[in-house]
């Protein structure tokens, strides 16, 4: 009987070693899986931290050129600004040379037509004279008919 229970008490050990065992190859099983995730979890932050890292860089490009579009504009803005000015202050000049040379046009008209009209009434008066000699003349005459 001794040994009949030492034999079963061996059974039941090495039941018991097997069950343990395959609950620690279960557990080696789970502890690979683990390790395994665990890998796969720190690849995934890398990741994360380079698209992370490139996410700032573009940021920062992006940033860039937003600054450098604002300095463009308003650059251009005050290129324009002074072309503006520019194209202003000629033309007001344009302007006054041509309203001082149509003045100048108009005087030289107005005097040459004054010239005209003096001439005119010269010979008016001229004729206005001539024809008072005439009258008189013919008065004259007139008269020396009836004397």
Known sequence: MKDSSKLEELDKTISELESQT?????????????SEIKEDIQ????????????????SDRFNSTIKNLKEFN???DNNIRTRLDINKSDLQLEI???GESQNKQNKKLLFSMKEELSKQNRKLNITQ????????CNGAVIANMFL
């Open 22 to 34: 395959q609950k620690l190859i279960s557990f080696s099983e789970a502890y690979e899986k683990i």
């Open 43 to 58: 690849i995934a932050f890398e990741k994360a931290d380079e698209q992370n890292s490139f996410i700032h860089e573009l």
């Open 74 to 76: 308003l650059e251009m």
């Open 96 to 98: 006054r040379n041509l």
């Open 129 to 136: 004279i001539l024809i008072i000699i005439l009258i008189l």
